[in-house]
């Protein structure tokens, strides 16, 4: 029965005994944390040929006599580049390859712009009197903590079940002052979303007031699949061939969930005069990036079919989780109409929305029984959410009994947190 | 005896004879390179551990329950940052751990001032209307190239035997434009000098107009001896805390050429208040760096004396070829008057100077006989040697044969520039 729908009798007597019940959590003492959107030590077993097979001499020869240990082909080895080419679509040429970090060619991309300007730009960012970002939300705090300190004001835009809300997006993009939008087009951090062909077709196409108009595309999660079947998403930069603005977008990904965080490949692709001014940039601001991980990677993965692989027993192990989580979400919050989450086919995240006004009481109220979430407010924007109903959750780093534990400390506050609203009114 | 001393015929003479050797060497098709600062691949071999040591899943536990594999440790391995600590006699705290590339972490430094400020800066670089670097030179043309992309003009100053003309940069320091200066303080490129500790303690005590005046301290080569006593460079941290003047000071090295320049571990330090700007910047712009092969270093490298003992080995390498260089310059170019070079006791490179006028005739006859030099004027700010006198050579990357044949190239070519220069006065 939902809440609405009982007595305050009934609902006081609900809240005493979620009451007693958090009291018990509060009392074992747990420590958990439902907050880290970090794979698993069993998922990070998965690579370990990167920690234990060798290299040998040989495998560093590389074309026009180099030598992956040495100096140069800044870059990216071309088999790397061609694995990222097999792996998104994209034509080898306007793949770089960088560090283990996808957020850094990130955040150098951005830099790129405020110091000298996009391919587009009449000026560098940083020169611009006023400039402004688009933050499709609930979306990625670190993505949002860029652009932040770089000095752009943010500004949410909503998300739909299939991406971002386009007319508000192509509203906005109508004033100059609007550099860009933050995109996870692939299984959304947190929400769990992939943009639907019309989303993507719309991106490439757009009018936009600004001609630098840059679109951070962050694919991060593309072949991170729960189930045997993936979401498709349309190839962006295919569309924006076809609309001409492949300047427009600036696409990352990186193995950091394919094989390890810490020691991952991360890529970056442009459009073909973007890439350039990359090159150049990058070219006075490295010697270039590890190429013998580079190789350590070709040689676990060298292609496509064994991503795949690798993904199924990442999934194998991820599935389980997901479905602990979705169970004791729907045994202890379905039918009441306080709460409503997503149910991801791939990524890392589920997007927990309780009433309104009652986010914020959640997290104290699972903290003081032991259970670490993700700040309220970090989805969204400068922290600040403005309906405080938004939760993500992340069940991939615990265990599956830490888990279970933490969903069900989880479900016991989001009650006591609405039935508190709900008394108090 | 010298070329001054030498009567017109004689001169004549002479430049017959070497015209005729180096047409010998034209004819021979040889492709010869003395431009790469690079080591070479027996160099590279003593660094195979690092690409066929495995690394245990144990070794991999970190303190606080962290996973090397996983996300997390920012600022690098506590253990990775006792290393250099050990190694530069800086506090570890002042230590932050990049990725492979230290002119990165020099790039990431200066752009950090050029958006946000240096930690004394009264606004950002970005926003000063003028902005100016010293440039002791010759140097190192990937620094002067950082400070030519972002907007700096470059200011050359003269170097000593001792260090960089300490009178010329205390004058230009009384200019509030000018935001710092590049340093190698030790086996410097390209002229080999370490500065003196007098030099040292000017740099940490003298005044600066700008309250910001930056240090940019690349100790690229810090244990780089080719002789088993290796020359003395004062602690300039230890001076600055004397002084008052440690957020004046960006320290930076890396293993690039103590294990593999492709697959190296950086460092930087900075004065507490920098250290703490740094951490921030960079904890905004990357998830961190890849800590396994920071343990892959510390592995193969577990302290100072097994860095001593590798160096040794390097040395080993290198001090034949720095022979086979000076023995071919002194047989060939020595009591000429027409050529002065460098006798560096470690490092990458010796700085040969021809009579004025000379180098990029020099280089184009090196070039006519297949030997590539290092483009004249590329060690001096904008590519500009005014004196068109000096030459970068770097022995290292050749083999035995290779050099001495590049060698015996040089000294023909340099002789040729200056005897033509003499017969058209």
């Not at 692939?186 to 993507?200: C, I, L």
Request: proline share 6%; hydrophobic share 40%; charged share 25%.
């Amino acid at each position: 029965m939902q809440y609405s729908e009982m007595t305050r009798e009934a609902l006081a007597a609900e809240y005493e005994r979620l009451r007693a019940a958090h009291q018990r959590f509060v009392l074992s003492g747990n420590r958990l944390d439902l907050s880290r959107g970090k794979p698993a030590a069993d998922q990070l077993d998965l690579s370990d040929a990167l920690l234990t097979e060798p290299i040998d001499r040989a495998d560093c020869h590389l074309a026009g006599g180099l030598d992956a240990r040495n100096y140069g082909v800044p870059l990216g080895l071309p088999e790397m580049r061609a694995f990222w080419s097999s792996l998104t679509g994209i034509p080898a040429e306007q793949i770089y390859i960088g560090g283990n970090s996808s957020l850094a060619l990130m955040y150098q991309t951005l830099v790129r712009g405020m110091l000298f300007g996009m391919a587009d730009s009449p000026r560098p960012w940083c020169q611009e009197p006023k400039r402004k970002f688009l933050c499709p939300a609930p979306g990625y705090d670190r993505h949002f903590a860029i652009t932040e300190a770089l000095g752009f004001e943010l500004i949410p835009v909503g998300m739909r079940s299939d991406g971002p809300d386009m007319d508000e997006v192509e509203r906005l993009a109508a004033d100059p002052a609007v550099k860009g939008i933050w995109c996870v087009p692939k299984y959304s951090n947190p929400t769990g979303v992939t943009f639907s062909d019309d989303v993507v077709y719309r991106f490439a196409s757009m009018k936009t007031a600004a001609p630098d108009f840059t679109v951070m595309w962050d694919n991060a999660y593309l072949v991170h699949d729960l189930a045997d079947e993936g979401e498709h998403l349309a190839d962006v930069f295919a569309y924006a061939r076809e609309c001409g603005t492949e300047e427009r977008f600036c696409y990352f990904s990186s193995t950091s969930k394919i094989t390890l965080p810490g020691a991952g490949i991360a890529m970056a692709a442009f459009g073909p005069k973007s890439f350039a001014l990359h090159a150049k940039t990058m070219g006075i601001s490295t010697i270039g990036f590890d190429k013998l991980n580079q190789l350590r990677h070709l040689k676990m993965l060298p292609d496509a079919e064994a991503v795949r692989r690798q993904m199924r027993r990442h999934a194998a192990l991820l599935r389980e989780k997901f479905e602990i989580l979705e169970n004791v979400l729907s045994r202890d919050l379905g039918g009441l109409g306080c709460a409503t989450w997503t149910h991801p086919k791939g990524g890392y995240f589920v997007s927990l929305d309780v009433t309104d006004g009652c986010a914020k009481r959640t997290y104290e109220l699972a903290r003081e029984a032991g259970v670490t979430l993700t700040q309220v407010g970090a989805t969204f924007p400068c922290g600040l959410d403005p309906r405080d109903r938004n939760l993500r959750l992340a069940p991939t780093y615990p265990s599956k009994g830490e888990l279970l534990l933490a969903a069900e400390v989880l479900t016991v506050s989001v009650r006591l947190a609405v039935l508190e609203k709900l008394l108090q009114s």
